[in-house]
């Protein structure tokens, strides 16, 4: 009887996998044989013409989620996280594999093993490729975590993130506000947005929607895994200034970050935001709802829940109503759920959008809505064989299906978490992205990117 396990890389040719070859590289251990064997498939198949008998795989994502519970409890437990997206990536690019001969085949029920899933299925999903550029212009736009703003001007207003800072010379959380801006040619320019007031401190992944008049309002993120934001803030922005005003509001929902905030007009004409879900310090994942009128200022706890609590998830404004998608729920797993919140004679309900086929469980995702088609950017999918890469989903809320589309990057390919995304004439922007790996570093996406539809 004989075995052999095998600890490997995988997938060198998505985003993350440029990011750990370069890694590699660097150290002057380069990964030889990846572009050989550049997936579990490729790797059993090589085990397999050698004589072994039985052989299995398993990326760390799966070999994570295949731990007993209690044992998965016990390590989140350990430490303060919140790096899930490049975990998630990292955990993608590494294989397990057992290889057997004789009585050792006896093992196999004991052995974590993953199915070989390309794409999902469905029956009439159309796979195409968007070309995403570069924009061509002197706007080095680096930080995620953030968000953004387009305001009615055309100017998007930044705020918050992680990145370089100037002062210290090092990367860190941001407080400065950014102010972005486009030519008729195209090109963007960006500045820093002198501010006054109460500056809601260094955030991230909190939510900003724009109030008209040129103001803002930002609501919740997190100064470190363990204190967030629990408060509102106003910037009301003149020109390439601001002035930032905190805003005391009673019964203020739990202090969360990695949650939605989306303004709709409710049937009182008020312009109110609904607040979905997100992550709190005593909760890894919210499933509650909640009303802020912005005319009032008064919070109000809604009667619907989600279907469970989710974080990282996207939601989009569509004729009145919320439409919800993904997110990563307590377990860690990403789900795959389409929901649809709307108001109908003062009361709230919340809807499966029933789909044609199901979305891939997924979640980081950045969107945005133009008519009625809903474009969501990126994100990271979990047990997907091309690795937990980025994709672009076309969901028509018309026909209730949807279109998966890989990118294609003129150069390297860029990280699609942790970013920003506007429909801006006739493109898409692409602001931002990337995260803080803990083998690989600090990774940044260093320009604006666009996908002209």
Known sequence: MLTSISHAQIHPDDAFGHIMLEHFESQGCPLRNIQVYPTRLVHEERYKNLGWTLVVSCDMNHLYGSLPCK????????????EYEEWHNKCSHYMLLYAMKGTCEKLLPLLPQQNHVATLPSTSLLLNSINVQTTED?????????????????????????????????HGRLDETLLLSISKQGLWSCKTLHTIGTNPGKLMYHTTVPLGNDR???YGGRLSPAKANGGCHVLSV?????????????ASPEPRWRHTATCIVDDNGHQVLLITGGSSCTKPALDDCYLLDTELWAFQKLDVVLPQGVHSHCAVEHQGSVILIGGLNSKLEAVTSCTKLLQKNKQWSIEDLALSHPLPPSYGMAATVHGNIVYLIGGVQLYREAGARSAIIILDLDTKSWQECTPK??????????????????????????????????IINSNIFSLTL
Not at 239 to 250: H, Q
Request: overall charge negative; proline content about 1%.
């Open 238 to 250: 003149e020109g390439d200034r601001g002035e930032w005003k905190a805003l005391v509001i009673d």
């Open 138 to 170: 002197s706007c080095v736009f680096k930080r995620f975590g953030h968000s953004s703003v387009h305001m009615v001007n055309g100017a998007v207003i930044v705020t918050g993130g992680f990145g370089h800072t100037a002062a210290a010379n090092c």
């Open 409 to 442: 990057f003129t150069g390297v390919p860029a990280l699609l978490h942790g970013h920003t995304c506007h429909y801006i004439g006739e493109s898409i922007f692409i602001l931002g992205g990337g995260g803080n790996c803990f083998s690989f570093g600090t």
């Open 71 to 82: 044992e998965q409890e016990r390590v989140n437990r350990l430490e303060l996280f919140d």
């Open 216 to 218: 803002i309002l930002l």
